[in-house]
């Protein structure tokens, strides 16, 4: 079955960056859409990125355009979130989802996408 396992996050201060990563297996990754969302306590779920496996489209929330680039490795059935100039408010719990089988991948809408990892804590302080 479709299992995806986010790593990377951790604290770190304002300014900071991280990379996080979500390795995807159970499923042929060569096609289909990976997001990544966020989640802060009391918050509803934020799509913040997403990316076309096996082409070049990229689609961004505007809260983290030019400070977040996605990417994939396919070779190594993973997705990446560089997350650079990183703000108080980018805490959150990050979750990296999938949309195995689709070709629309600009989207952000938490209910498009049917699998999820566990998520990874981002935390960063001022």
């Known amino acids: 079955q479709v299992q995806l396992v986010e790593s990377g996050g951790g604290s770190v201060q304002a300014g900071g960056s991280l990379r996080l990563s979500c390795a995807a297996s159970g499923y042929t990754f060569s096609t289909g859409c990976i997001g990544w969302f966020r989640q802060a306590p009391g918050k509803e779920r934020e799509g913040i990125a997403t990316?076309?496996?096996?082409?070049?489209?990229?689609y961004y929330a505007d809260s983290v355009k030019g400070r977040f680039t996605i990417s994939q490795d396919r070779a190594k059935n993973t997705v990446y979130l560089q997350m650079n100039s990183l703000k108080p408010e980018d805490t959150a719990m990050y979750y990296c989802?999938?949309?195995?089988?689709?070709?629309?991948?600009?989207?952000?809408?938490?209910?498009?996408?049917?699998?999820w990892g566990q998520g990874t804590q981002v935390t960063v302080s001022s």
């Open positions: 990316i076309y496996i096996g082409g070049t489209s990229t």
């Open positions: 989802a999938a949309r195995p089988w689709s070709f629309v991948c600009a989207t952000l809408e938490a209910n498009a996408f049917g699998y």
